[in-house]
T-cell receptor, first 113, second 116 residues
Framework: AQTVTQSQPEMSVQEAETVTLSCTYDTSESDYYLFWYKQPPSRQMILVIRQEAYKQQNATENRFSVNFQKAAKSFSLKISDSQLGDAAMYFC??????????FGQGTRLTINP | DTEVTQTPKHLVMGMTNKKSLKCEQHMGHRAMYWYKQKAKKPPELMFVYSYEKLSINESVPSRFSPECPNSSLLNLHLHALQPEDSALYLC???????????????FGSGTRLTVV
């Protein structure tokens, strides 16, 4: 069975600073996809960034980047130059084979002005 | 159009009522999903439709009845719900069925359901 663990229920960061959210996962497959989703108070789940397991290069989307450590089964999200609009619940998620998308428990990120 | 649209945004219903949630996408996605999300928890999968056919039912009680009339539309019919069914119901879609989908899901903004 695949599992996703986010060990930080809450994080806070000063505006313009950098913050890293942690995620570890467990899967028996070698081919899978990892995602970070953002859920602001507006409720919509927004895809922030995705990583294909067979690609060694870490994905980057503007201020968002990941540190993908396949051997350690770690997939952390770094947010640079944090902005007030980044405040949200962040979910790490994994999909493999013919299985469903599995979410971690989430990390609530607060941005302090 | 790159959105998943859900209606209504809020719904309050009594335990004897019958209501329906609606989800629509025009991205040509062939897989659609219903999720239930309780406060401060991750979404939990309820149903998966692939090419308009129900492919996964996560042992959801029969008071929830999904329907996929066409490739763009997904409904969730509600009947005789309990107060513990109060939650955010999210619809999502993806280009392909589970397993071949590496592009993630596109989610709607959800319907906040309160059962009284």
């Amino acid at each position: 069975a695949q599992t996703v663990t986010q060990s930080q229920p809450e994080m806070s960061v000063q505006e313009a600073e950098t913050v890293t959210l942690s995620c570890t996962y467990d899967t028996s497959e070698s081919d899978y996809y990892l995602f970070w989703y953002k859920q602001p108070p507006s409720r919509q789940m927004i895809l922030v960034i995705r990583q294909e397991a067979y690609k060694q290069q870490n994905a980057t989307e503007n201020r968002f980047s990941v540190n993908f450590q396949k051997a350690a089964k770690s997939f952390s999200l770094k947010i640079s130059d944090s902005q007030l609009g980044d405040a949200a619940m962040y979910f790490c998620a994994l999909i493999q084979g013919a299985q469903k998308l599995v979410f971690g428990q989430g990390t609530r990120l607060t941005i302090n002005p | 159009d790159t959105e998943v649209t859900q209606t209504p945004k809020h719904l309050v219903m009594g335990m004897t009522n019958k209501k329906s949630l609606k989800c629509e996408q025009h991205m040509g996605h062939r897989a659609m999903y219903w999720y239930k999300q309780k406060a401060k928890k991750p979404p939990e999968l309820m149903f998966v439709y692939s090419y308009e056919k129900l492919s996964i039912n996560e042992s959801v009680p029969s008071r929830f009845s999904p329907e996929c009339p066409n490739s763009s539309l997904l409904n969730l019919h509600l009947h005789a719900l309990q107060p513990e069914d109060s939650a955010l119901y999210l619809c999502a879609s993806s280009q392909e069925t589970l397993g071949r989908e590496g592009y993630g899901y596109t989610f709607g903004s959800g319907t906040r359901l309160t059962v009284v």
